[in-house]
């Protein structure tokens, strides 16, 4: 694992956990270089369903893309990245679950509604009026 700072190949695990969800491992490292201490985070990589695109395009699922657009929603709300973080989890508990290879964008827009919905009406509304093409309230 190359050291964020110097770029440098050379670092050590200083200390390893389970993570708080029973199925990652977070692991402490040290760059021996320059000493710089990082964290990061070990996780089985789990097969979500390709992202059918609105113009057909697929594309793998982005977890960092969906919540980025729940952020940006959420932008000066009282809403906690964990529960965002959390709301994310949910999403791809629910893609693994249906076993399904594909699914499309908008099943996926639907279900950031649905959970934006329960967690700030401000966020949902934002976020529902750039997914719906809202041009108009």
Request: aromatic residues 6%.
């Amino acid at each position: 694992m190359k050291c964020q700072r110097c770029d440098s190949s050379k670092t050590r695990v200083v200390d390893s956990r389970e993570g708080v969800d029973g199925r990652s491992v977070r692991r402490r490292r040290e760059c021996e270089s320059c000493g710089f201490r990082f964290t990061t985070f070990e996780r089985v990589e789990e097969s979500l369903p390709m992202v059918i695109k609105k113009g057909g395009q697929r594309e793998s699922f982005d977890r960092y893309k969906v919540l980025s657009g729940m952020k940006h929603a959420c932008e000066k709300r009282p809403v906690s990245v964990l529960d965002l973080e959390d709301a994310v989890k949910s999403i791809e508990a629910r893609l693994l679950e249906s076993g399904e290879k594909e699914v499309s964008s908008e099943t996926i827009g639907e279900m950031v509604i649905e959970l934006l919905r329960e967690l700030d009406q401000v966020a949902y509304v934002r976020f529902a009026s750039v997914y719906r093409e809202f041009s108009d309230v």
